[in-house]
């Protein structure tokens, strides 16, 4: 009997063993935004990126991820933490006109809306929170005042921002570990500081990785958008700016590989939308000013009557259709989407009808989205300006935009996962910016209720 307990005792052993190598799921989740980051330079020969690569070959990747419409900022952040589309998370463009003080609003800067304001549905540090997770972002968008961050730097470019929702107590501390923060809101977002801004968002990402280990770490890195927007896509400022990124993540990985958390972390590397080069503006209520829809003050300045108004996302635009009566306002959009359709720089116009396939709200039920959606033509981008010629060109072009639909192949972003739960090799086609968050939270074990996404059972163990 005793050599039956032995042998009872021995299987137990080894079941106790594989059950273990077997639960993977991490109990660290870090999700990595490399602002501006295409898909296209993971491989690209030109680009020098041995971190990333490193990740991708330990890991998995996609060869491209589709991210939400208008590819901006704001809007596909939201997307990536809530796995949902615009049409629910409410994030609908950087900036939009809210009709009823005929203002231009914006989302971008965390300066008018709080999360809970901005956000409508739950997002992955949100549902961790619920679940007991310690949660930390930096820099992360549309995140300002959650109250289920345990740390938080706001992505602002204002001082009393900055010192409004950066988490109490978290500046002195990062200031004693030689880590000071108070010059972030003086920096702002001018493309001068945005190294030394990536730069020490990474180290604070890392400290407190490395000091507080929280269960889901948000952050985001800023230096290709900016350099890209000067400079162009694919351009020596452009590679420069990526090879800066991936040595960022190259301390992220390290603070994972620390006894503390080594083997314990899966980390996410991402990418809200790529770029596009352009060398011409197209000033759409410049447009609508000349047909007479927009009606001008004297010094041609502001807007004194309008019909019709444009907000410009970049490669995209909203247009509003400022006219009470039903039927008038159906004549009127059927103007305005022709003359759109004449326009030099526009390749497409997007009537209400193409909103539900595009992750858009229905103008009727949310007032802030556009009654009309513009897509730009390769070479050009949308500007807001009033007065003058509707087609302008740019100084020292190329310049970058973004904003477009998602479908274009320079806008796919970049997707690597990578650690504890990962399978090792794994290549996919194809991942969506709402397949993030889901996956992220399969991986911790807890539920992402108005995700619209799936997760990504391929790149799992």
């Excluded at 993971?42 to 041995?50: E, G, K, S, Y």
């Excluded at 800067?109 to 961790?128: H, I, R, W």
């Excluded at 011409?280 to 010094?299: C, M, P, Q, T, Y």
Aim: with cysteine; aromatic share 8%; charged share 20%.
């Amino acid at each position: 009997m005793k050599w039956i307990s032995g042998v009872l005792c021995v299987l137990a052993i080894i079941s106790a063993a594989g059950c273990a190598s077997h639960d993977t799921r991490p109990s660290h989740v870090i999700i990595v935004s490399i602002d501006g980051f295409a898909a296209d330079y993971l491989w690209d020969p030109r680009a020098d990126l041995p971190e990333l690569r490193r990740l991708a070959r330990e890991g998995a990747y996609a060869r491209r991820m589709t991210v939400s419409f208008p590819s901006v900022t704001w809007t596909c952040h939201t997307t990536l933490v809530t796995g949902a589309t615009p049409a629910r998370h409410g994030i609908i463009a950087n900036s939009f006109f809210d009709r009823k003080s005929g203002e231009n609003v914006a989302f971008i800067g965390d300066a008018v809306f709080e999360k809970a304001q901005a956000v409508e549905v739950p997002t992955l540090y949100d549902a961790a929170h619920n679940a007991g997770w310690t949660t930390a972002s930096v820099i992360w968008p549309a995140a300002s005042g959650a109250s289920s961050l345990d740390w938080i730097i706001p992505d602002s470019n204002q001082e009393a921002l900055h010192r409004k929702y950066t988490t109490p107590g978290l500046a002195a501390e990062l200031e004693g570990a030689n880590l000071p923060i108070g010059h972030l809101g003086r920096w702002g977002w001018s493309h001068e500081f945005s190294a030394a801004r990536d730069d020490l968002y990474t180290r604070i990402a890392a400290y407190l990785l490395e000091e507080h280990a929280p269960g889901l770490l948000l952050l985001h890195l800023i230096t290709p958008d900016g350099v890209e927007h000067d400079r162009g896509p694919l351009t020596p400022e452009a590679y420069w700016s990526v090879r800066f990124a991936d040595e960022r993540i190259g301390r992220i990985r390290r603070a994972l590989e620390s006894p503390a958390l080594r083997g314990r972390a899966a980390l996410f590397v991402v990418a809200d939308h790529g770029f596009l080069p352009y060398d011409s503006e197209v000033r759409l209520n410049a447009l609508f000013a000349k047909e007479g829809l927009i009606e001008l003050d004297e010094k041609k300045e502001k807007p004194v009557r309008r019909k019709a108004w444009a907000v410009s996302a970049g490669g995209s635009a909203s247009v509003y259709i400022l006219e009470n009566d039903p039927a008038a306002r159906v004549a009127l959009a059927d103007r305005v989407a022709g003359l759109l359709a004449r326009t030099q720089g526009v390749e497409r116009v997007i009537r209400p009808s193409q909103y539900p396939a595009l992750g858009l709200p229905d103008p009727a039920v949310n007032p802030r989205q556009g009654d009309l959606m513009v897509n730009a033509a390769d070479g050009y981008a949308f500007a807001n300006g009033l007065d003058g010629d509707v087609v302008v060109p740019v100084k020292d072009p190329p310049r970058g935009t973004h904003g477009h639909l998602p479908e274009h192949p320079r806008l796919g972003a970049l997707f690597i996962a990578w650690g504890a739960g990962i399978a090792e090799g794994v290549t996919i086609d194809e991942a969506r910016a709402v397949d993030v968050a889901p996956t992220a939270a399969h991986l911790m074990g807890i539920g992402l209720p108005g995700a619209e996404g799936r997760v990504l059972e391929e790149i799992l163990r």
